[in-house]
């Protein structure tokens, strides 16, 4: 009797083992499903990280621009700001 009663208990623990691991929360299935959320969550990322490079790169070429604009005005026309003073040495 003995026996059987630990052979019961052990085919309930693997019956429960077993259900945990293709139904319950980390089974198989979900695992899968959270695996394919990711995947779509970084590519939304990727997307997302090109928009902000792209974002970046414009916000360099209008600060570059913008420079590159006041230093021929400033070299080639001789153009100053407000209340500055420019001095021209000539060699």
Known sequence: MNSRLVAALLIGLLVVLQAQ???????????????????????????AQQGNEQLAAEVRDLQEGLDTVEEKARSELGMVKPNEILVQIVK
Do not use: F, P, T, Y
């Open 21 to 47: 691991l293709w139904l319950g929360r980390g089974s198989i299935g979900d695992v899968a499903q959270m695996q394919q959320k990711l995947d779509e969550q970084k590519a939304r990322n990727a997307v």
